[in-house]
Nanobody, 125 residues
């Protein structure tokens, strides 16, 4: 079991920045990928970004690359998502999740076995 706790969400004005954090505990040595997803009201959960744990290999949703930066510190069991140039369309609950087994597609939510509770990000216009 891996437990994940997100933090850093909040209310920010359009054009602003936020940094989300995800603290992992439990069987952290089993983490292979940490990903971030988001879900806006009335919409499906969507992939944001993923990082191969213990490496610098990253992946982003095409529309977010350049504004969002994912990072991870496997020694501290902590992941982060730096978000800049935020706009109201970025308003959503943001979730971190991890893959602990074999995987095919890090953008696919079903690949992730463990999820945090989510943190709300609200961008005002």
């Amino acid at each position: 079991q891996v437990q994940l706790v997100e933090s850093g969400g909040g209310l920010v004005q359009a054009g602003g920045s936020l940094r989300l954090s995800c603290a992992a505990s439990g069987r952290t040595n089993a983490i292979r990928v940490m990903g971030w997803f988001r879900q806006a009201p009335g919409k499906e959960r969507e992939f944001v970004s993923a990082i191969n744990w213990g490496s610098t290999s990253t992946r982003y949703a095409g529309s977010l690359k350049g504004r969002f930066t994912i990072s991870g510190d496997s020694a501290k069991n902590m992941g982060s998502l730096q978000m800049s140039s935020l706009n109201p369309d970025d308003t959503a609950v943001y979730y971190c999740a991890v893959i602990t087994t074999y995987y095919k597609d890090t953008a696919e939510a079903t690949q992730y076995a463990y999820w945090g509770q989510g943190t709300q990000v609200t961008v005002s216009s």
